[in-house]
């Protein structure tokens, strides 16, 4: 089993910029990436952002230009660096680590970009 522990969220005005971790623990070398996901009010969860260990990364089109996914093997944690935010962007923000027996998520950590 993997463990998850996020941090880094809060209230940011638009424009802002936030830095979003998360730690891993337990079963780590069964893990083949990690990722960001978010779920706004009133919708579904949608990806953000996933890195390889091999450091492939990939985005939502919503993000990209804005939002860097980066991962420190070492440490077994995974950031997003969030820039240039928008109210858009509220919503609870889910990691996510995928392992060849599934995957794990985080409790969440709440963003919210308001004036």
């Known amino acids: 089993q993997v463990q998850l522990v996020e941090s880094g969220g809060g209230l940011v005005q638009p424009g802002g910029s936030l830095r979003l971790s998360c730690a891993a623990s337990g079963r780590t070398y069964s893990m083949y990436a990690m990722g960001w996901y978010r779920r706004a009010p009133g919708k579904q969860r949608e990806l953000v952002a996933t890195?390889?260990?091999?450091?492939?990364?990939n985005y939502a089109d919503s993000v990209k230009g804005r939002f860097t996914i980066s991962g420190d093997n070492a440490k077994n944690t995974v950031y997003l660096q969030m820039n240039n935010l928008k109210p858009e962007d509220t919503a609870l923000y889910y990691c996510a680590a995928f392992t060849r027996d599934g995957t794990t998520w985080g409790q969440g950590t709440q963003v919210t970009v308001s004036p």
């Open positions: 890195i390889s260990r091999e450091e492939r990364t």
